[in-house]
Structures are given as C-alpha cells and as structure tokens.
C-alpha cells in the first residue's frame, strides 16, 4: 500500500494527461497528487476541478508560478498577472500551496541583486491575493547551476530572507533535496524556516554524478545517488510540519516509463529511503 503521505508530483510522469495521472496515482493508492498548470490547463479549470474532486486525491501543490525577475515594463506586468491567475487556480482545486520558481537573470543582464530585489517587489504586489485565496506561495531555491537561467535564489536561506517580510500564510518556502542537499548551513535553515512557520512543502528526489546532458533531466528516484534522506526528513519532521512530501523526478528514461510502473518505483523508494525517517 502506498504510504498516504506521499504525493506523486505530476512532473515525474510528465507525458501522462490528467484523466491518465488522477487515474493512475489512484490505481496506485496514492491520496495526493501535486499538479502542474498545463495539463489542468488543457483540460480547462473548471474541468480539472471536477476531475480532481472525483478522483478522491487531494492536491499537495501547483506547479509553478514565479519567473518574476525582469525589470518594470510588459513582460513583467504580464508575469504578474498570470501569477494573480494561478493564485486563483490553485484556490480552486482545494490546493494551498503555489510552488514559486523565481526565474534567473533577464536577457542581457548581470546583475543578480537587482534580479534577487525584483523578486521581493513581485511578492509584496502578490501576498494580499495570497491571503485572499487561502494560498501560501513556496519559494524554491534551486541548485546554483540554475541561478542564471531559472532561479536566482540557490539557498533555504536566501528564500527565507526574501521571504521575511511577509506574511508566512501568504509566502512560504519549498524543501526540495535535490537542490539544497548540499548546502552546509541547510539544517540550520530548515530549523529556521520551522521556527518562522514557513514550510509549504517536502519534495524528495536524488541527485547523481554525472549529471545529464541537459541537468534539468538528472533528478533520479531516492536511493539510486548521493543524498542522505536520513538527516533531511527527520529535520523538517522536527519541525511540526506535517503536509504531504511529494516526489519531483525530471528524467527522461522515467518519463518514458509506463506512469504505473513509476508510481510503484517511487512508492518502493519512498518506503525505504524516507518513510523510516517521518513517523506515522
């Protein structure tokens, strides 16, 4: 039986459609599924809110707002306004949490504070919409190799400051392994971010040498690399927080796997590599 805390996150079975993710997760006696936009999307809301609600799953989070960073003008207003919609999206699937990613620097540009700086103003314009909708909105750090291109916020730490200011129902943090194993002050953040109330959510995966071709593509089911799941799990557990922990995994050979065969792979690997770590 598949443990009721883990969420399938929809990215790990990346080609199925939403009827085919909802049904398979299901099959596979999942109880949460984390979304992506464009399938619910091709779908329409309305539709994938119905979908949803008769499949029985619960949705651990959306995927993904941010991508915020450019400087003021249209691209950037018109950024602000998708992630107003998304806000209200992800309200209406009986979701609370919005995972960010911040984007990286704008085309042209070097300068990684103002790109930081943008991130904070986009937040302050966002955080009363948060609130309204019941949606705290979870910055992710990413691994540094993605500063430039995707995310300019490489620590827990640093989504913790930028996060700071607001109110932590409206601004939250993400915990992914893959992209904060490595960093030596993550216990302490992860402390941190526990005491400040800012966890929206765990998202597991791992990470392994040589990276792909495209590194995008390298996250690989826990317990086939490098991180200690022990250390990480029983800090966030000692938190208090309690939300569903979701597996995230880009990479290609999974995606071109049969969903159902990936959903029992990850149900196997969360069984042994994290499961003992967070008490039931």
């Not at 959903?263 to 042994?272: I, L, R, T």
Request: hydrophobic share 40%.
């Amino acid at each position: 039986m598949t443990n009721p805390i883990l969420s399938m996150n929809q990215a790990t079975i990346k080609y199925a459609d939403l009827a085919t993710a909802l049904r398979v997760c299901s099959e596979a006696g999942y109880q949460s599924i984390g979304l992506w936009r464009e399938p619910v999307e091709e779908v329409g809301l309305d539709t994938a809110v119905k979908m949803v609600k008769d499949s029985g799953l619960r949705v651990s989070t959306m995927c993904r707002g941010g991508f915020f960073t450019m400087e003021e003008g249209p691209a950037r207003r018109a950024s602000i306004d998708d992630n107003r919609k998304l806000i209200e999206e992800t309200a209406a699937l009986d979701c609370h949490v919005l995972v960010l990613v911040v984007g990286g620097l704008p085309e042209g540009s070097k300068d990684l504070t103002g790109a930081r700086l943008r991130i904070g103003e986009a937040l302050a314009e966002l955080e009363k919409d948060a609130l309204d909708a019941g949606v705290t909105l979870a910055i992710e750090p990413l691994h540094p190799m993605y500063c430039t291109d995707r995310a300019c916020v490489s620590t827990l730490g640093q989504a913790l400051d930028i996060a700071a200011p607001f109110n932590p129902k409206a601004v939250g943090v993400t915990v992914d392994t893959f992209h904060i194993f490595w960093d030596p002050q993550v216990q302490e953040s992860i402390a941190r971010a526990g005491r400040e109330g800012r966890i929206a959510t765990y998202q597991v995966c791992d990470w392994k040498t040589p990276l792909e071709a495209d590194p995008l593509l390298s996250r690989h089911y826990m317990g086939e690399g490098v991180i200690d799941f022990k250390p990480l799990t029983e800090a966030v557990w000692n938190t208090g927080w309690r939300g569903d922990i979701e597996c995230e995994l880009f990479n290609q050979k999974i995606w071109d796997t049969d969903p159902a065969v990936v959903a029992k792979k990850v149900s196997d690997a969360f069984d042994k590599e994290v499961a003992p770590y967070w008490p039931l």
